[in-house]
């Protein structure tokens, strides 16, 4: 090495590192122990293995609702091309055991059920959710419509003092109806529902 440098600097020897460490957010991926957030320098100079640094990024898809609900949603005689390997490799499994292929694919018949069976309750839930906002709006009509007679035939009663706000000597209060928006609301809802 002495060749190579005009200038050789000696430092104090220090004792030397027993683990060697990544740079932050990286890891080592050795060639024998796999992935490891260090290595020790024992056991890593006695055998020949090799490491590098590596940066784990995570594969995050995302998925539209649509294309959720069409990858589990298909039509009762929905027919697909299988490749020639495909068409092999389900006839070697069959051959092989019926048994195997029976316990493989129950889960995936019992998970499309059972699918069906939580959208079947989701939507009787909408449908009691919707029934239960449609009697509110109906009992909150119905209250209005009193407290609107009650109101009319007060002023009437205080038709000499200008009215019950005045007899009052209060700020009038004005009814403001709102249930459109809730039958607007469930009507989108309902849309959407039969969307899907």
Wanted: aromatic share 6%; hydrophobic share 40%; charged share 25%.
């Amino acid at each position: 090495k002495r060749h190579l440098c005009g200038v050789m600097i000696t430092t104090e020897k220090k004792k030397s590192a027993d683990w060697l460490l990544p740079v932050k957010n990286t890891r080592w991926i050795c060639s024998i122990i796999g992935v490891t957030p260090c290595l020790s320098l024992k056991l890593f100079n006695e055998t020949s293995e090799y490491c590098i640094q590596v940066i784990i990024v995570p594969k995050i898809m995302y998925h539209t609702e649509e294309f959720v609900y069409k990858s589990h949603i298909t039509q009762e005689h929905h027919l697909v091309k299988l490749e020639p390997f495909s068409a092999l490799t389900i006839s070697t499994l069959v051959m092989l055991g019926g048994a195997g292929v029976d316990t493989g694919g129950a889960p995936l018949i019992k998970q499309n059920q059972e699918f069906s069976s939580l959208r079947i309750a989701v939507d009787e839930d909408l449908a009691k959710i919707e029934e239960s906002i449609n009697a509110l709006e109906k009992s909150l009509r119905s209250l209005s419509e009193v407290v609107l007679q009650n109101r009319r035939g007060l002023d009437l009663l205080f038709l000499q003092q200008g009215g019950l706000c005045a007899a009052l000597k209060e700020e009038c209060c004005v009814y403001a109806d709102h249930t459109g928006v809730i039958r607007d609301t469930m009507a989108k809802l309902r849309e959407g529902l039969e969307k899907k």
